[in-house]
């Protein structure tokens, strides 16, 4: 019997000498699952942030584009109405010399008769 007994306290030694490293095992690979709970946790806030950031950057991009726009609209406004003022301008200018061409042009016409009438007078 006390064989028995020795075989079996030896078998329950072997037994606990087993389960105590089957435990170890269990708890390294507890932490481990932890570590990569926490990894994945981590990449999950990053993944979070970076797109946070990417959606920050497209919303500054779209305002620096309409900023973009409206001074290309308002510079395109100024030129065509500046074009439109120098277009006017030359026009008066234009309208201006061309009454005095006529003006002179009358004038000479006057002058011309009146040295002819003189000239046909003194024949």
Known sequence: ???????????????????????????????????YREIQKNLES??????EYKEKQKKEIRHLADVIVTQAIQNADLIINDALS???????????????LNTYKKRMREILEEQMKFLDQLN
């Open 46 to 51: 990053s993944i979070e942030k970076i797109d």
């Open 1 to 35: 019997m006390d064989k028995l007994y020795h075989k079996m306290e030896k078998n329950l030694a072997s037994a606990r000498q087993q389960i105590e490293y089957q435990q170890e095992i269990i708890n390294r690979q507890s932490e481990q699952l932890e570590l």
């Open 86 to 100: 120098q277009s006017k301008d030359a026009n008066l200018e234009y309208t201006v010399l061309e009454k005095n």
